[in-house]
């Protein structure tokens, strides 16, 4: 899909001030639920971040109350549910276009979290450098309970980030966190109120700015080679077993289930 123009975006907020660039999704009356053109607009958002020489750290957020409540279910699973049955079987596997926009961004990321931050909501704050939460964040990596697995934030970064062990719970379980519990276990650096947590983002954002951006974009490649595995293979599985799995009882039973809130009765098939 070719790169949407920050002036042309509907889902999303796109701001340049003081080398600092902020990604803001944008449909509260959603939670911030993203459909496909708002995955397209997050996408662009973060491409043009990167190749503009103004902006040295990117902070992305959402629009209160939410930071980001994941997949627009209604739209994304059940509206093209029928699509996805009738389309040719798939061959090739890539990653999710926005999470690697996000992963390959050389820029440092911020993610401001403002509230709860579900689903690839929390893949998302994941893909991000460091993490800052409003005392208001949930997180919680719901997929499983959609008879589904996560995106490539849980399998790549997940593990480094909380160690293997918790990861594997909170991937195998799909519970929620508070932002307490965050801070505690390393997914987050801070947890502060509501009202404080823009300012703070910005003024840690300004701090990481008034730096060289070469020096900053050489750093976070290191970061990058050290700490984590190939975000593409790994993301390519990813959305392989994904496709599979849309194919599913289990995963018609997980949407149906939530949208008549009730727990998922899963069969295995």
Avoid at 43 to 53: G, I, K, M, T, W
Avoid at 58 to 75: H, K, W
Avoid at 107 to 136: C, F, H, Q, T
Avoid at 248 to 258: L, N, P, Q
Wanted: aromatic share 8%.
């Amino acid at each position: 899909m070719p790169a949407i123009d920050p002036k042309d975006f509907a889902c999303t907020l796109y701001q340049v001030n003081n080398h600092v660039g902020r990604i803001t999704l944008n449909r509260p009356e959603r939670r911030n639920a993203l459909n496909r053109q708002a995955y397209a607009e997050l996408e662009s958002a973060f491409r043009y971040a990167n190749d503009d020489p103004e902006v040295r750290c990117v902070i992305v957020t959402g629009a209160d109350p939410a930071f980001c409540s994941g997949d627009d279910v209604r739209e994304l699973m059940v509206g093209e549910a029928a699509q996805r049955e009738a389309a040719p079987r798939r061959t090739t596997f890539q990653p999710t276009p926005a999470a690697m926009a996000v992963i390959e961004c050389d820029k440092p990321v911020i993610a401001a979290v403002n509230g709860p931050a579900v689903g690839w909501g929390m893949e998302l704050a994941l893909y991000a450098d460091i993490r800052i939460a409003s005392e208001r964040a949930v997180f919680a990596e719901l997929f499983i309970k959609r008879g589904l697995v996560c995106d490539v934030g849980g399998f790549w970064k997940l593990p480094s980030v909380v160690g293997p062990a918790k990861a594997a719970e909170l991937l195998f379980t799909g519970d929620p966190i508070d932002a307490a519990e965050a801070l505690r276990i390393g997914l987050v650096t801070e947890v502060l109120p509501h009202d404080q947590l823009m300012d703070r983002a910005m003024a840690l954002a300004g701090r990481i700015a008034a730096n060289s951006p070469l020096a900053l974009r050489y750093m976070k490649e290191g970061l990058r080679r050290a700490s984590f595995g190939d975000a593409q293979e790994i993301g390519g599985w990813a959305i392989e077993v994904i496709y599979k799995l849309f194919q599913t009882e289990d995963h018609r039973e997980g949407v149906k289930s939530f949208l008549e809130k009730r727990a998922p009765v899963f069969v295995g098939r």
